[in-house]
């Protein structure tokens, strides 16, 4: 028997699954989060905590490089992260689905052999 809170699961679920798998909300979802990662990425780089680094950073580098780099960071991590999220609630209503479904076949059975023991 399905809990009421997979009940709500299943429910909600198959309401909004194509709507979550679409590239768009993941980006607008999952991008926050990216951005908050590359922004650690930044500032780490312009802290200036390994000195050596800092020295040869700053004769050969090209800031343009480290911000579509940082950029790329986020896209990545926001549709990857939400894509794994999507993979699990999907493979979660899936399973449940199966339970659902073997519970109402196990009812439908115990149906069928009231039936027949009231006949006979």
């Known amino acids: 028997m399905l809990t009421d809170k997979e009940k709500m699961f299943l429910d909600y679920w198959a309401k909004n699954r194509d709507r979550q798998k679409k590239l768009l909300y993941q980006l ?13 990425i930044m500032a780490n780089f312009f802290s200036g905590w390994y000195k050596r680094a800092d020295m040869i950073a700053n004769s050969q580098f090209n800031p343009v490089v480290l911000y579509i780099a940082v950029l790329l960071i986020a896209v990545f991590f926001a549709v990857f992260s939400k894509k794994f999220q999507w993979d699990q609630q999907e493979q979660r209503y899936k399973e449940l689905l199966h339970k659902q479904k073997i519970n109402q ?8 052999d009231h039936e027949v023991h009231e006949k006979n």
């Open 28 to 40: 607008g979802v999952g991008l926050p989060l990216g951005l908050v990662l590359g922004a650690v």
């Open 105 to 112: 076949d196990k009812q439908n059975e115990e149906k069928q």
